[in-house]
């Protein structure tokens, strides 16, 4: 979906595009999360709010399928922070995946409520955001994409102070060097894991990785 003289840019070396590029790095991810890489859709996308990407899941009943996009400027990041983009918004597929349809439609609602209250006196809804946000973060951590998610960050912080993109909510996310100090102490990452599903738990009937009752 990219015109032709970004194709000529980016296939620049490799002879791969972006879209190329990020399809590959997806289906890597998505083979160690254990997710059907044809359920995901790739999408590019472009724009200064938003982010670098997102997943969202798609209103199809009987069918799991998602929308998976990704930002034109990552044409710029190397392999291992492409595949850090997707390690971070595929662990979002993973706990879509485990949700009921009405559960997915209300945390789909909830999550619109959340982006556009965020900055507001709807506080309740930012440390659910943000709560929900590190839970992701930090399974992705879990998972072994420690390294590739801290070179996303670390992407992601250089793309804002370019004026590339614009992201309000990027104060809700763990850093590159928050990442990296999980990823080198299994500890800590367990008792903040522990920490953020406290969090979640009974603000949200659904979260991505909630525990069976005790
Ligand atoms: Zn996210």
Redesign the pocket.
């Known amino acids: 979906m990219t015109n032709g003289l970004e194709n000529v840019a980016e296939g620049a070396g490799l002879g791969e595009t972006l879209h190329q590029r990020a399809r590959r790095a997806l289906e890597e991810v998505c083979s160690r999360y254990g997710i059907d890489a044809s359920s995901v859709y790739l999408m590019p996308m472009g724009g200064r709010n938003g982010g670098l990407g997102?997943?969202i899941p798609l209103p199809i009943p009987f069918r799991r399928r998602y929308l998976l996009r990704y930002h034109r400027c990552m044409r710029d990041a190397d392999p291992l922070a492409l595949r850090g983009l997707f390690a971070?918004?595929l662990?979002?597929v993973v706990h879509y995946a485990h949700a009921s349809y009405g559960e997915l439609m209300r945390f789909v609602w909830r999550y619109l409520l959340f982006l556009a209250t965020a900055g507001t006196r709807f506080g309740w809804l930012e440390s659910w955001g943000r709560a929900?946000?590190h839970l992701?973060d930090l399974m992705a951590v879990q998972r072994g994409e420690g390294a590739s998610l801290a070179a996303w960050k670390r992407f992601k912080a250089r793309a804002i102070r370019r004026g590339d993109i614009c992201d309000a909510l990027h104060e809700m996310?763990l850093s590159s060097a928050e990442v990296d100090a999980f990823h080198r102490s299994g500890d800590e990452l367990q008792a903040r894991i522990d920490h953020s599903v406290t969090a979640l738990r009974g603000r949200d009937e659904l979260h991505p990785f909630r525990r069976p009752a005790a």
């Open positions: 997102n997943a971070h918004e662990m979002h929900l946000e992701t996310y």
